[in-house]
Nanobody, 125 residues
Framework: QVQLVESGGGLVQAGGSLNLSCAAS????????MGWFRQFPGKEREFVGA????????YFANSVKGRSTISRDNAKTTVYLQIHSLKPEDTAVYYC??????????????????WGQGTQVTVAS
């Protein structure tokens, strides 16, 4: 069983930056592909970005590409998401997720096995 706990959400001004953390339990965290998703009210969860087990590769949705960073610290079993130049349309609940099958980055939520509880991010204009 893997538990994921996000932190760092809240109210942010447009143009500012978002810094989220996701702390994971589990002895094999270092083998997981870790993803970040977000969900707008009334919408399905959408892919934001992900990072492979060794930080060798990251991939981002077009909506955040060029203004986002994902990193991980396997020793601390934590993954991080930064989004800069925030816009009001970035307002959503942000989730981290773990794909416990080592391999490539997947974009679909169904490919991820464990989820955090989500953290609300509100970008004020």
């Amino acid at each position: 069983q893997v538990q994921l706990v996000e932190s760092g959400g809240g109210l942010v001004q447009a143009g500012g930056s978002l810094n989220l953390s996701c702390a994971a339990s589990g002895r094999t965290f270092s083998t997981y592909v870790m993803g970040w998703f977000r969900q707008f009210p009334g919408k399905e969860r959408e892919f934001v970005g992900a990072i492979t087990w060794n930080s060798g590769s990251t991939y981002f949705a077009n909506s955040v590409k060029g203004r986002s960073t994902i990193s991980r610290d396997n020793a601390k079993t934590t993954v991080y998401l930064q989004i800069h130049s925030l816009k009001p349309e970035d307002t959503a609940v942000y989730y981290c997720a773990a794909n416990t099958r080592p391999g490539i980055i997947h974009l679909r939520p169904v490919e991820y096995d464990y989820w955090g509880q989500g953290t609300q991010v509100t970008v004020a204009s």
